[in-house]
């Protein structure tokens, strides 16, 4: 199976081993991503955050590019990048003015296209034709949870794992439509098909406070400190999720915790796909832990898995 | 001036009362129109509105009840489908397709019926005479269904 | 040629004032056909009547036409008089010169004008109309009530006490609907029980009632005034006639599972009776989880059964059935929690809903009527109470109110209260709708006297928090977001058509609403009545009630179905749409356009009939018609081409 995949920013940097590994575990599952090229910025947040037409502008050249590559299938790592195009790709399928202000803005030249005698709307416009497709949801749906458990060569038996969903898989629910917004369950059967025990704790769709870590750390880190508990309470080793910005507030500002919450233990943070590269038996050494701030490693050596 | 001969199909149960209710509250309104009434907007053949033109109306006014509101569940629905697909027929026949109009009047509309009938009147007034060269008056010139198949 | 008369009513001057009378009697006299034409101050008096029938009689017409108001108003009064002279009634026709002529214009040329023509309209309608007589049919005068609540049972009750033969159908093997699973009702408290199994004994002692139980209705055919009906009588695998319920079957049966009339919160064996009280009296053995009747495992009832009333090789049976009129009273079912993931998903034991608790009230159900919460048994200490769970939320659930709510949390506050003084219960509301006979009082003595409270809000998220479960909601009064440890939370589920009735709706071809529940004929002055005639409509299967409107509704739809029945024939306008077999060619097209089924085809002739007891004579098929070979009587579309004729002044 080949398709299109399109990174976006932060996995070119700050969460890159969240891009190596997908990608290594892609391979091993027989499913070639290609970078797109002269991919940029999806917009993060602004796209769909604003009625301003220019700024849908980015996501909408990257879905128009893959269309006229010929593919119908675009494949997103980063949950930001997935809602933006998601949500962009929406809007011009249901908004025909803001379709036809795209393509005219995009077109190569006005003037040839007034000369081709064309209407606007007609011809080569990009409609919105391009399905996005989470990395998660290509396991899912293209590829099956089935195949995965057959892939899988060191099931993660012992590992009680937490899957924690935050809001940009799943919300809004009529745009991003991947699973019921309220009891999803696709982290809960990607996690069965490793084989791991799955923990459900009733924080796993709570916000984890996004970009208020910059403006209100406080708030950031009490939303952060509560899910972590609320995760441990339920008997969880360890967290899993898929999203960059998660990863940041819960992983990486974990080092700030113990000065704010006092008793306050480290609890290990994964990358969804670095677990599934554990149970597809890739080498530990390569999985990028070293950039977490919770160390995991002693509890994967506890359970056998390294 | 121009006064347009106007022919009215009007649903017995909302459109006829509330042209009833227009009478019982006294609003004036345009003569042009004569209401025929039927028991559902959905009993208008195509053909009687075929008839009515070719018999030298000027405008056809078809009134049912609101949509949901049918007294025979859905008749005002076929009504609607048939109005909308017969104005592209008339509009090959050369008519303006300003000179069909259906509305949705129910019986408590009174004041909405003798508004639209000075609405409808203008709107045809303004059309003018129906220009067609070869219409045919007085004689029985009209297809009808008996005539076809006899 | 008929002979026509023409008689022009003044209307004191509502008519004459703007119209010219006696021109338009002048001009009309003249007209083609027009044998006499005469006018009146007053046409609808009585000595105005008495000239009209004289008229006929003297002039010998063969129809009339009276010009004067809308025919809403007299058609009816003057058919009735040309009747009485042996003229037929549908020889007479109405010219509306007021309400659409002399009351709606000025000038009084231009009245007069369009008097003649509109009047002479309707004399060319009349040259074409045939003497018709209503149609009449025979009735079986016997009623089939599906749903055997408290709705049905009403019905049932009212329509056999009228001395009409009742058959009741219910699905469950005992009637009694939701009301059975009630401990107390609200505004009075009465006790649920003691107030409806009367009723339900007198439902099977009563000699013109014929219950079948743990019965489905499969078919209906025929129409109004005759219906053949089919319906399934599952097997009960207990000969009805033999057993005495004595018991000594439970004793033996190794079986329990889940009693659902106790809302899976009690159990029962795979042989039972659902509840002490139910009627039929009679055990039942659940084919699911008997292990007796597929692999002979087990046969423990069968030997211990005195009467011998066991029978495991009991077959479905169909009984057919013909009946007059239908009620339709298949009532309601809570919305499954299942739904509301945001609340637990239903997975929580500690999570119930209204009926279980009920059934926690119930001094006959599970705990005795101590409450208890499902998972541990432990007495909850913090009670909260969720309102419009899943209902008033157009974007997710359902858009409706579910009206009964508001007063049964209220009523469960307060007898919670009763039951555990030291309890705590908190109810949040989006508002509270307390529209009934002492249902305000009531609401304010729970919110004021008894220590509720009531928090004005939506509950975001219920989860379980350790021991207890953790409630997310907010005060919209204070703006403040309120977090409560529960010990149980009861969430008042919204209502909807009870299972199955989606099927069985479509299957009888009745209208329902976009969510649902079945459609009134006429929301304000039909409210019992279906659109399709024979049917009526009881209880909840029509929205969400309580029981005093239940009843009342019941009753409501009993007498029209008495009042049917109590006519020596059912008469139907003749206004009907006929087929000239000559002309059909067989294309169908009239069949989908008809709302009422009233066209079949023959497949022997190639030709399609008209049922004529089930055409409503909209006309719909006589448009769809491409040969011309559907009519609709005296609305032919040759009386509408004369019609449209003279309305253009040829």
Redesign the interface.
């Known amino acids: 199976m080949k398709l299109p995949y399109y990174p976006g920013c932060t996995l070119k940097d700050r969460t890159s081993q969240l891009e190596t590994t997908a990608l290594a575990c892609a391979e091993k599952l027989d499913v070639q991503l290609e970078e797109m090229p002269n991919w940029t910025c999806c917009g993060g947040v602004y796209p769909v955050s604003e009625t301003k037409i220019v700024n849908l502008v980015a996501p909408f050249r990257i879905l128009k590019e893959v269309q006229e590559a010929g593919d119908d299938k675009l494949v997103t790592i980063c949950d930001f990048c997935y809602n933006v195009l998601k949500r962009t790709n929406l809007i011009i399928r249901e908004d025909s003015v803001k379709r036809t202000r795209l393509n005219l803005f995009l077109s190569d030249d006005d003037r040839r296209w007034a000369a081709s005698g064309r209407r606007v709307g007609e011809g080569q416009e990009y409609d919105g034709g391009v399905k996005v497709l989470h990395y998660l949801e290509m396991l899912r749906d293209e590829l099956g949870f089935e195949a995965v458990a057959a892939a899988v060569s060191k099931p993660l038996e012992d590992l009680k794992i937490a899957p924690y969903y935050g809001c940009n898989l799943l919300r809004p629910p009529l745009e991003m439509d991947l699973d019921d917004p309220e009891d999803p369950r696709i982290m809960e059967d990607f996690l069965g098909s490793m084989g791991a025990q799955v923990v459900e704790f009733p924080y796993r769709i709570e916000c984890c406070g996004s970009f208020l870590s910059l403006s209100s750390p406080q708030i950031a880190r009490r939303l952060c400190h509560t899910i972590l508990e609320s995760a441990r309470k339920n008997g969880a080793d360890a967290i899993m999720l898929s999203c960059p910005m998660c990863f940041y507030n819960l992983e990486q500002k974990q080092s700030e915790f113990a000065r704010h919450f006092p008793g306050f233990r480290p609890m290990p943070v994964f990358f969804f796909s670095q677990l599934l590269a554990l149970a597809l038996g890739l080498d530990p050494a390569s999985l990028g832990f070293e950039r977490n701030f919770a160390d995991p490693v002693p509890l994967l050596k506890e359970k056998h898995l390294v | 001036m121009f006064e347009p001969k106007i022919v009215c199909f009007l649903c017995k149960w909302c459109t006829y009362a509330g042209a009833d209710l227009a009478g019982t509250s006294r609003l004036e309104y345009a003569p042009n129109g004569v209401n025929i009434r039927i028991m559902c907007s959905s009993r208008v053949d195509p053909e009687h509105i075929l008839w009515a033109f070719d018999r030298g109306a000027d405008g056809v006014f078809v009134g049912g009840c609101h949509p949901g509101d049918c007294h025979y569940q859905d008749g005002n629905y076929k009504t609607l489908r048939r109005i909308e697909l017969f104005q592209r027929v008339l509009k090959q026949f050369g008519l303006e397709n300003g000179r069909l109009r259906l509305e949705w009047v129910s019986a408590a509309e009174g004041r909405k019926f003798a508004q639209l009938m000075d609405e409808f009147t203008e709107q045809i007034r303004a059309l003018g005479p129906i220009k067609l060269g070869s219409r045919k008056g007085g004689q029985d010139g009209g297809s009808t269904k008996k005539e076809e198949t006899s | 040629m008929k002979r026509i008369g023409v008689f022009v009513c003044g209307c004191g001057i509502n008519i004459a004032k703007t119209v010219d009378v006696k021109k338009v009697v002048e001009e009309i006299g003249h007209y083609p056909g027009v044998v006499y034409a005469t006018d009146y101050q007053y046409m609808c008096s009585d000595p105005g009547q008495k000239m009209i029938q004289e008229a006929i009689e003297r002039e010998h017409l063969d129809g009339i036409i009276v010009a004067a108001c809308?025919?809403?108003l007299h058609e009816f009064t003057f058919r009735r008089a040309s009747e009485a002279v042996g003229l037929n009634p549908y020889q007479c026709e109405i010219a509306?010169i007021?309400?659409?002529?002399s009351?709606?214009?000025?000038?009084k040329e231009?009245?007069t004008a369009?008097a003649i023509?509109?009047t002479k309209?309707i004399i060319e309608k009349e040259r074409l109309n045939d003497s018709l007589s209503p149609i009449s049919v025979f009735m079986t005068r016997r009623a089939l009530v599906i749903g055997g609540g408290i709705a049905g049972i009403q019905a049932a009750l009212d329509i056999a006490d009228s001395g009409y033969e009742v058959i009741l159908v219910e699905k469950e093997p005992s009637i009694g609907g939701h009301m059975a699973q009630l401990s107390e009702t609200f505004p009075t408290l009465d006790c649920s029980q003691c107030i409806l199994t009367p009723k339900m004994v007198e439902i099977s002692h009563h000699p013109k009632i014929k219950l079948l139980a743990y019965s489905e209705v499969v078919n209906v055919g025929g129409y109004v005034g005759n219906f053949n009906v089919k319906i399934l009588k599952k097997p009960r695998y207990v000969k009805e006639d033999l057993c005495n319920n004595c018991g000594e079957c439970f004793k033996v049966c190794p079986v329990v599972v889940p009693n659902e009339f106790e809302r899976g919160l009690g159990s029962r064996y795979a042989i039972y009776i659902p509840f002490p009280q139910a009627v039929p009296s009679i055990c039942t053995i659940d084919a699911d989880a008997c292990l007796g009747l597929f692999p002979l495992a087990c046969n423990k009832c069968k030997e211990v059964c005195e009467p011998n009333a066991v029978d495991y090789d009991m077959k479905p049976e169909i009984i057919e059935e013909t009946v007059g009129a239908i009620v339709v009273a298949t009532g309601y079912d809570l919305l499954p929690s299942e739904e509301l993931?945001?609340y637990g998903?239903g997975r929580n034991p500690d999570i119930i809903d209204g009926l279980h608790f009920e059934r926690l009230l119930s001094a006959s159900g599970p705990t005795q009527g101590v409450i208890r919460r499902p998972s541990d048994g432990k007495v909850p200490k913090e009670v909260v109470f969720v309102q419009c769970a899943g209902s008033r939320d157009p974007e997710k659930h359902l858009p409706y109110c579910s009206k009964f709510c508001c007063m049964y949390t209220a009523k469960h506050a307060l007898l919670y209260k009763h039951r555990v003084p030291d309890g705590q219960p908190y109810i949040f509301y989006i508002d509270v709708r307390t529209a009934g006979k002492g249902y305000e009082e009531f609401y304010h003595r729970v919110s004021e006297q008894e220590g509720v409270v009531y928090l004005r809000g939506k509950v975001s998220?219920i989860?379980?928090?350790?021991d207890g479960l953790?409630v997310w909601g907010v005060d919209t009064l204070t703006g403040k977001k309120v977090e409560i440890t529960a010990d149980m939370v009861v969430l008042a589920t919204g209502a909807v058509p009870a299972e199955g009735s989606k099927k069985l709706f479509a299957n009888l071809k009745l209208?329902c609403d976009e969510n649902g529940f079945l459609s009134e004929a006429h929301p304000k002055l039909r409210p019992v009545e279906s659109?399709t005639p024979g049917f009526f409509l009881a209880g909840a299967a029509q929205g969400p009630r309580d029981i005093p409107e239940t009843v009342a509704q019941a009753g409501g739809a009993a007498s029209k179905v008495i009042g049917m029945f109590s006519q020596e024939m059912l008469l139907h306008d003749p206004?009907v749409a006929v087929v000239d077999e000559n002309?059909c060619s067989g294309c169908k097209i009239c069949i989908s356009?008809c709302?009422y089924d009233a066209r079949e085809f023959d497949e022997e002739k190639n030709i399609v009939r008209v049922n004529e007891l089930l055409c409503?004579?909209?006309?719909?098929c006589?448009?769809?018609c491409p040969?011309?070979a559907t009519q609709?009587q005296n609305?032919t579309?040759?009386q509408?081409?004369e019609?449209?004729?003279v309305?253009?002044?040829?």
């Open positions: 809308s025919p809403t509306n007021r309400e659409q002529c009351w709606v214009h000025q000038d231009i009245a369009k023509k509109i309209s993931k945001e998903n998220k989860f379980q928090d350790g953790m209208a659109l206004i002309l356009a709302p409503e004579g909209c006309g719909a006589v448009a769809a040969s011309g609709q609305i579309d040759d509408i081409r019609m449209v004729k309305v253009l002044g040829e």
